[in-house]
């Protein structure tokens, strides 16, 4: 994986994956995504949606949306109204995710399992939509467990830790947003940041 040691990864028995920007690089899709959504209603709003976006990586975007609505459109949305929205995204980004490109190194990593590691993801992408994802890309049986939005990464990995009974010295999360350092940190487990040279902390 690049600028990941494999050697250090491989002292680990069990490795938490996000996927956006970790196993592939759709996190500049994500962006164009919120602004398409938000673009009729002007330029101002767009440039602050995005700049939300890109400075709160990893968040849930049935958080984002209400939030989006409320500051920076002027309009509040009950839930259903979110959740038809949170499906616009969906419908905007979810084939661009599966054609983009892999983060250098991972599908290998991941097919090869060389270590003969647990593979777990825990991502801020809705549920249904991470599990049709990684099933067109032909990768859904790789993972031991599959966690996505609305349940905050933090529980998800709580929950994985508690259901199999994992030792936390054995676990390692490896994230590119100060959502997946809280999750890590929350849960007393180790934390491989995946730097890019742009977005930096963009989930």
Do not use: C, M
């Not at 250090?8 to 028995?13: I, T």
């Amino acid at each position: 994986i690049k600028k990941i040691n494999k050697e250090f990864l491989a002292k680990y028995k069990v490795v938490f994956w996000d996927f956006d920007g970790v196993i592939k690089d759709s996190v500049s899709l994500k962006t164009e995504g919120f602004r398409k959504l938000f673009s009729k209603y002007g330029t101002q709003v767009t440039k602050r949606v995005v700049k939300h976006h890109v400075e709160n990586g990893g968040v849930s975007r049935y958080k984002k949306i209400p939030f989006y609505f409320k500051e920076y459109v002027g309009k509040e949305i009950n839930s259903e109204q979110a959740s038809f929205y949170a499906n616009e995204f969906s419908k905007l980004v979810i084939n661009e995710v599966i054609r983009s490109p892999w983060i250098d190194g991972v599908k290998k990593y991941l097919i090869n399992n060389k270590y003969n590691q647990d593979f777990i993801i825990v991502t801020g992408t809705p549920l249904e939509e991470i599990n049709i994802i990684l099933e067109r890309l032909e990768i859904k049986n790789i993972f031991k467990a599959i966690h996505g939005s609305p349940e905050e990464k933090s529980d998800a990995v709580s929950t994985v830790i508690k259901k199999f009974n994992f030792i936390k010295s054995d676990l390692v999360l490896i994230g590119d947003s100060i959502t997946d350092y809280e999750a890590a940190i929350s849960n007393n487990i180790d934390f491989i940041l995946r730097v890019k040279s742009s977005d930096k902390n963009v989930n």
